[in-house]
Protein backbone atom coordinates (compact mmCIF):
# COMPACT_ATOMS: atom_id res chain seq x y z
CA UNK A 1 0.00 0.00 0.00
CA UNK A 2 1.35 3.38 -0.87
CA UNK A 3 0.41 6.50 0.11
CA UNK A 4 0.76 10.33 -1.71
CA UNK A 5 -0.01 13.07 0.44
CA UNK A 6 -0.69 16.49 -1.46
CA UNK A 7 -2.18 20.06 -0.82
CA UNK A 8 0.06 22.09 1.57
CA UNK A 9 1.16 25.49 1.55
CA UNK A 10 1.45 28.78 3.29
CA UNK A 11 -1.57 30.41 3.74
CA UNK A 12 -2.81 33.20 6.28
CA UNK A 13 -4.15 32.93 9.54
CA UNK A 14 -7.96 32.35 8.73
CA UNK A 15 -7.44 30.67 5.64
CA UNK A 16 -8.04 27.51 4.05
CA UNK A 17 -6.32 24.54 2.32
CA UNK A 18 -7.42 21.07 1.34
CA UNK A 19 -4.73 18.39 1.89
CA UNK A 20 -5.48 15.14 0.10
CA UNK A 21 -4.05 11.50 0.42
CA UNK A 22 -4.07 9.25 -3.02
CA UNK A 23 -3.95 5.00 -1.26
CA UNK A 24 -2.98 2.88 -3.97
CA UNK A 25 -5.47 -0.25 -2.84
CA UNK A 26 -7.70 -0.31 -0.02
CA UNK A 27 -6.60 -4.06 1.48
CA UNK A 28 -9.69 -4.47 3.62
CA UNK A 29 -13.37 -3.71 4.41
CA UNK A 30 -11.95 -2.16 7.78
CA UNK A 31 -9.17 0.15 5.63
CA UNK A 32 -8.76 3.10 7.82
CA UNK A 33 -7.20 6.64 6.87
CA UNK A 34 -5.98 9.06 9.17
CA UNK A 35 -3.66 12.59 9.11
CA UNK A 36 -0.81 13.22 11.50
CA UNK A 37 0.75 16.20 12.16
CA UNK A 38 4.35 17.13 13.42
CA UNK A 39 5.71 21.07 13.96
CA UNK A 40 9.41 21.40 14.68
CA UNK A 41 10.54 20.23 18.19
CA UNK A 42 6.75 18.72 18.65
CA UNK A 43 5.38 14.89 18.60
CA UNK A 44 3.21 13.52 15.98
CA UNK A 45 -0.22 14.65 16.71
CA UNK A 46 -3.61 12.65 15.52
CA UNK A 47 -5.54 15.21 13.54
CA UNK A 48 -8.49 13.08 12.03
CA UNK A 49 -9.08 9.83 11.00
CA UNK A 50 -12.22 8.15 8.58
CA UNK A 51 -12.93 4.51 7.84
CA UNK A 52 -13.52 4.02 4.16
CA UNK A 53 -16.22 1.46 4.86
CA UNK A 54 -19.28 4.21 6.21
CA UNK A 55 -17.45 6.82 6.50
CA UNK A 56 -16.93 6.94 10.29
CA UNK A 57 -14.96 10.07 10.95
CA UNK A 58 -13.13 11.15 14.15
CA UNK A 59 -11.16 13.98 15.21
CA UNK A 60 -8.19 15.38 17.58
CA UNK A 61 -9.85 18.02 20.25
CA UNK A 62 -7.24 20.91 18.57
CA UNK A 63 -9.13 20.71 15.11
CA UNK A 64 -12.81 19.87 15.81
CA UNK A 65 -15.04 22.31 14.28
CA UNK A 66 -12.79 23.78 11.81
CA UNK A 67 -11.12 20.62 9.77
CA UNK A 68 -13.53 17.95 8.13
CA UNK A 69 -12.07 14.81 6.50
CA UNK A 70 -13.97 12.93 4.06
CA UNK A 71 -13.21 10.11 1.45
CA UNK A 72 -14.17 9.45 -2.61
CA UNK A 73 -14.47 5.59 -2.77
CA UNK A 74 -14.18 5.84 -6.34
CA UNK A 75 -10.95 7.58 -6.50
CA UNK A 76 -9.24 5.82 -2.84
CA UNK A 77 -8.54 9.39 -1.56
CA UNK A 78 -8.97 10.96 1.67
CA UNK A 79 -9.56 14.60 1.76
CA UNK A 80 -8.93 16.72 4.55
CA UNK A 81 -10.15 20.12 4.54
CA UNK A 82 -8.94 22.51 6.72
CA UNK A 83 -10.51 25.85 7.43
CA UNK A 84 -9.81 28.75 9.84
CA UNK A 85 -6.13 27.79 10.08
CA UNK A 86 -4.21 29.11 13.19
CA UNK A 87 -0.21 29.62 13.19
CA UNK A 88 -0.22 26.83 15.20
CA UNK A 89 -1.60 24.56 12.74
CA UNK A 90 1.91 24.83 11.38
CA UNK A 91 3.57 21.04 11.10
CA UNK A 92 4.29 19.10 7.88
CA UNK A 93 1.03 16.48 7.63
CA UNK A 94 1.35 13.04 7.37
CA UNK A 95 -0.82 10.52 6.07
CA UNK A 96 -1.42 6.96 7.24
CA UNK A 97 -3.18 4.03 6.83
CA UNK A 98 -4.37 0.76 8.14
CA UNK A 99 -6.38 -2.25 7.71
CA UNK A 100 -6.16 -3.91 11.58
CA UNK A 101 -6.66 -0.34 13.18
CA UNK A 102 -9.38 -0.65 15.65
CA UNK A 103 -11.39 2.06 17.18
CA UNK A 104 -9.44 2.72 20.43
CA UNK A 105 -6.58 2.56 18.72
CA UNK A 106 -7.46 5.14 16.06
CA UNK A 107 -5.54 8.28 17.40
CA UNK A 108 -2.25 5.97 17.55
CA UNK A 109 0.29 6.49 15.18
CA UNK A 110 1.60 3.13 16.22
CA UNK A 111 -1.88 1.51 14.80
CA UNK A 112 -1.11 2.48 11.05
CA UNK A 113 1.28 0.74 9.40
CA UNK A 114 1.26 2.90 5.68
CA UNK A 115 2.56 6.39 5.81
CA UNK A 116 2.97 8.77 3.05
CA UNK A 117 5.57 11.40 2.80
CA UNK A 118 4.40 14.29 4.25
CA UNK A 119 3.49 17.84 2.96
CA UNK A 120 4.53 20.97 4.73
CA UNK A 121 1.62 23.47 5.63
CA UNK A 122 2.26 26.86 6.57
CA UNK A 123 0.34 29.44 8.19
CA UNK A 124 1.68 32.57 8.49
CA UNK A 125 1.18 36.48 7.35
Known amino acids: VQLQASGGGLVQPGGSLRLSCEVS????????VAWFRQAPGKERDFVAAIKFNGGYTYYGESVKGRFTISRDNAKNTVYLQMNSLRPEDTAVYYCAASSTVIHSQLASQDAYAYWGQGTQVTVSS
Open 25 to 32: QRTSSRFV
